[in-house]
């Protein structure tokens, strides 16, 4: 069980007030015959919850990702396109070159 709950407590984000709060309960059973037992399996539940919550967070995440990942791509294609362009070519240059030399 300890193994469980220290694999859990390394994977999810989860405060030292948190796990207290987990493992001191509010009431008991008088009935429960090993109550600290069953405080550590509430834990592990708990634990397992918020892993469950933060997988789906990042599943729900990652296309979003993905889309400013390709549009990012896509914007800095676009602009190395309009820059190559807006620059004159070999010949252009040769050209206004020439121009410039032949009004001087």
Do not use: W
Request: charged letters at 40%.
């Amino acid at each position: 069980m300890f193994d469980e709950i220290e694999r859990l407590i390394r994977e999810v984000k989860i405060t030292p007030a948190d796990v207290a709060e987990n493992l001191m309960p509010k009431k008991t059973s008088l009935d429960d015959d090993d109550p600290a037992g069953q405080c550590l399996s509430n834990l592990i539940g708990v634990l397992e919850n918020v892993k469950e919550k933060a997988d789906a967070e990042k599943k729900a995440k990652e296309p979003i990702e993905e889309a400013a990942a390709t549009n990012q791509t896509v914007e800095s294609k676009a602009t190395e396109e309009e820059e190559a362009a807006n620059e004159p070519s070999s010949k252009e240059s040769k050209t206004m070159e020439e121009e410039e030399a032949a009004t001087d």
